[in-house]
């Protein structure tokens, strides 16, 4: 059974940083390609970053490039989100998912986490 438990989420300034976490189970990080994504309030869920099985294929949405990076621990299973320089419009629900292989565009991700909620507020 395939689960992703994120975690680390939780209010901050901007400019602010959070890292998040999206610990899995189920499948090995190092065979899948693993993204995070986002929703905020009353929009459209989007695609935030994504990294492949090998850690050489990583792509941000243009909103959050140059300040967010995605980084994952083979050994414990775990793919990392890291927030750096946190705008308001970063707020939402952080969500991880999972689709056999990356390539350009968010779609076909077939396992979700439950999210982690951000939220950017001075």
């Known amino acids: 059974q395939v689960q992703l438990a994120e975690s680390g989420g939780g209010s901050v300034q901007p400019g602010g940083s959070l890292k998040l976490s999206c610990v899995v189970s189920g499948y090995s990080v190092s065979a899948r390609c693993t993204g995070w994504f986002r929703q905020a309030p009353e929009k459209e869920r989007e695609g935030v970053a994504q990294?492949?099985?090998?850690?050489?294929?990583?792509v941000y949405a243009d909103s959050v490039k140059g300040r967010f990076v995605i980084t994952k621990d083979n050994l414990k299973n775990t793919v990392y989100l890291r927030m750096n320089s946190l705008k308001p419009e970063d707020t939402g629900i952080y969500y991880c998912?999972?689709?056999?292989?990356?390539?350009?565009?968010?779609?076909?991700?077939?396992?979700w986490g439950q999210g982690t909620q951000v939220t950017v507020t001075s």
């Open positions: 998912a999972s689709r056999p292989y990356c390539y350009e565009g968010f779609t076909g991700f077939d396992y």
């Open positions: 990294i492949n099985y090998r850690s050489d294929y990583i």
